[in-house]
């Protein structure tokens, strides 16, 4: 079955979002690596594809004090190389580097990644449990979305359908602060069977702050305030880890697919919360 389209190549933000916003089937293009292979197997259809992955405008990494400003076109590679993500966010970072493989690194994009929103994605982890913002451009002018409140359900997040992403914001890692992103990843695509991220300040001995975002394992990524709760304000050990860590996931309706069931994913759920926060708080 053939599927001819049109293809438009803007040469900015503004003419992208008037190309999305004239052509009611368009679909933006970033770095192809999630859309293109939709489109091969006539899961996706677009009638115009509108190839923003060369816009400069989208591809940087700045410090904005308290915060990394990253434009919605930096690859993954970006991400994962550069030393200020490095010093100042190094959750991000982290999570870029265990994203597929090179190639996938090299031409997917953290705003394609965030728009298409598959549940065994990795930066929704790193994105909840940083409390990072995605920015968006779309007909009413710019809105800024808390990570709380972006992530949906299965494929589907806060982001409108004549919206492009322009920038995520992530908050500059705080002083005695530690982080971790670790996956369970399904071996032929490596994508994430559980993912999770954690970011923890010890002061004194004691979790003074708690943050743990779980991807993977649900429809959509979640901050899993069960197990931030139980830690928070208790002593940095591996006993008050081990506790907190049973908690992950409860409450939450998980996934059972080919390469996990449910009860498999809560079991991972629980190791690597359990992981992720021993290496997030020094131990
Ligand atoms: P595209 O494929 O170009 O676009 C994806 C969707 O987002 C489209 O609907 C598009 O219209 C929309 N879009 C793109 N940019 C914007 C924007 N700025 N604003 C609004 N909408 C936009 N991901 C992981 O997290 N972990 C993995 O381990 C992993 N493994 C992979 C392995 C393989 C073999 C492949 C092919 C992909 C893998 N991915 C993985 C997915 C990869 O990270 C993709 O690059 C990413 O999900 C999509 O980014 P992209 O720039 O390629 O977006």
């Known amino acids: ?47 115009a594809l509108v190839d923003i992955g060369r816009l400069e405008e989208l591809q940087y990494i700045r410090d904005g004090g308290d915060h990394i400003a990253l434009g919605a076109g930096t690859t993954h590679h970006a991400i994962e190389s550069s030393d200020l ?30 728009a298409h929103a598959d549940p065994a994605a990795d ?18 002018g ?19 359908p004549d919206e492009i992403i322009t920038e995520v914001r992530v908050p500059v890692q705080g002083a005695n602060t530690g982080s971790c992103y670790l996956k369970f990843h399904n071996p032929a695509s490596r994508f994430a069977v559980v993912g999770v991220a954690a970011q923890v300040t010890v002061e004194n001995g004691t979790c003074s702050r708690v943050r743990i975002g779980i991807t993977g394992a649900a429809n959509a990524a979640f901050r899993d305030s069960g ?16 506790a907190a860590a049973a908690n992950a996931a409860q409450g939450q309706e998980l996934l059972g697919d080919t390469f996990a069931g449910e009860d498999y994913r809560r079991h991972l759920c629980r190791v690597y919360t359990g992981r992720a926060l021993t290496q997030a708080s020094g131990g």
Do not use: C, W
């Open 123 to 140: 930066y929704p982890a790193a994105i909840l449990a940083t409390e990072a913002q995605i920015v968006v451009r779309g007909s009413d």
């Open 1 to 47: 079955m053939t599927a001819a389209f049109d293809y438009h190549r803007p040469a900015s933000v503004d003419e992208a979002l008037s190309l999305i916003q004239q052509n009611e089937d368009a679909k933006l293009l970033a770095g192809g690596h999630s859309l293109l292979p939709a489109m091969k197997l006539r899961l996706s259809t677009p009638g």
């Open 142 to 160: 710019e809105r800024v979305i808390d990570a709380a409140d972006y992530f949906i359900d299965l494929f589907l997040t806060s982001l409108g």
């Open 227 to 242: 197990v931030e709760r139980a830690l928070q304000g208790q002593a940095a050990s591996a006993d008050t880890i081990a």
């Open 85 to 114: 993500m490095a010093e100042k966010a190094p959750l991000l970072a982290q999570t870029a580097a265990v994203i597929g493989d090179p190639q996938v690194r090299n031409k997917g994009t953290i705003g394609g990644s965030l």
